[in-house]
């Protein structure tokens, strides 16, 4: 089992940044990939941006060159660091975690872009 606490969501102004951290129960190296979803008001959940244990990266398009992922030196900790933050990137940010053949959840945060 793996619990992940999403944190460092809020409130900011178009073209602001801020950064969520994820921090999981486990040590990031027993888990295979991390990853960072959100879902806006009435539409899917979507995938934003994945890192692997080997620290491969992959984004979105619509947030490219805008978000970062990464992992922290404590090794339970996955950050998103957003900047250029626009409208359409409001919504409930969710952490998700792969270990062996299960995946978990956070409960999410919310980030509210204002224009």
């Known amino acids: 089992q793996v619990q992940l606490v999403e944190s460092g969501g809020g409130l900011v102004q178009a073209g602001g940044s801020l950064r969520l951290s994820c921090a999981a129960s486990r040590t990031i190296s027993d888990i295979s990939a991390m990853a960072w979803y959100r879902q806006a008001p009435g539409k899917q959940r979507e995938l934003v941006a994945y890192i692997t244990s080997g620290g491969n990266t992959n984004y979105a398009d619509s947030v490219n060159g805008r978000f970062t992922i990464s992992r922290g030196n404590a090794e339970n900790t996955v950050y998103l660091q957003m900047n250029s933050l626009k409208p359409e990137d409001t919504g409930v940010y969710f952490c998700?975690?792969?270990?062996?053949?299960?995946?978990?959840w956070g409960q999410g945060t919310q980030v509210t872009v204002s224009s």
């Open positions: 998700r975690a792969w270990l062996l053949a299960n995946n978990y």
